[in-house]
Structures are given as C-alpha cells and as structure tokens.
C-alpha cells in the first residue's frame, strides 16, 4: 500500500487489545517523551520495545501524542483516529526545525514523486539537509542545534 492511500502503513505496528502503536524509525528524533513518561509500554531495552498492553489504552494515546516527531502514532482497537489539534499549530524553534500539530496534509516533491499523507504531529526539516524529506532527521543543520 502506498503512504498516500488512507490507512497505508506509517512504521511498524506493535498490536495490542486495546491499541495498537506504530513507530517509524526514520522519523524518530529521540526525544524520549514516550521512555519517560510510560517506561513500562516504551522499553529500549526489551524486545519488543513497545507493549500497548502495560498500560490502559487512553494512557498510552496520551504519550504517543506527546511524540513530537510523529514517528509514534496510534490506533485504538474500535477505529477511531487521534483527534487533531485545533487550532492548527505551527513552531519554528531556534535550531530551525519546524512543529506542526493538527489537521495536517503533508505534501512533498521526492524524485517527482508526491507523498500525501494525513498527519497530528510532525517535525519537518527547516534547512533542507534532511535524507528523510520533508521531515528532520537531524542531518542538517536544522537538527544539530537543540534538539527536541
């Protein structure tokens, strides 16, 4: 499935009853909300390092919206999708980075290829170095300085 359809794939999915947590690692800018606020479900030590059962479900969808990079999305078990912030935020920090949160269509011109996808978080490139475009990968000036 392509990244543009709806419900295509955004990262490896660790299931549980109640939610189910992907994570994609390309975008992932360690930040760590996730190991310090729910370090039973968020583990890097265990294998699998996510476990969506450790804690209640409304729980772990509080800390995975806590990712700043989006590289952490959820699903609960019943369909539903995560809410978006409204209004539409968007952050230019001071290392360039920038944070969007909302209701969020991300477009990107890759090698003449368009990747729509429907995102809450993200955290994109400000300089334009990032391998991962359009999001920061801290390649680039724009994710040396502060980190998120």
Known sequence: MSS?????????????????????ARRCLHAAECVRRLPQVFDTGRRP??????????EVAEVVRRCPS????????????ELPTAPTTVERRGDGTLVLRGD???????????RDVRETRVMLCGCGA????PYCD???????V???
């Open 70 to 81: 989006g590289a952490l999305q959820y699903e609960p078990a019943d369909g539903t999708a």
């Open 138 to 144: 801290h390649s680039g000036p724009c994710g040396v």
């Open 146 to 148: 502060g980190e998120a």
């Open 49 to 58: 390092w996510i476990s969506p059962d450790a804690a209640p479900a409304d």
């Open 4 to 24: 543009h359809e709806p419900g295509a794939e955004r990262g490896k999915p660790y299931r549980g009853d109640l939610i189910t947590v992907t994570f994609d």
């Open 130 to 133: 990032s391998g991962n475009q």
């Open 104 to 114: 969020l269509l991300i477009m990107a011109a890759d090698g003449g290829d368009v």
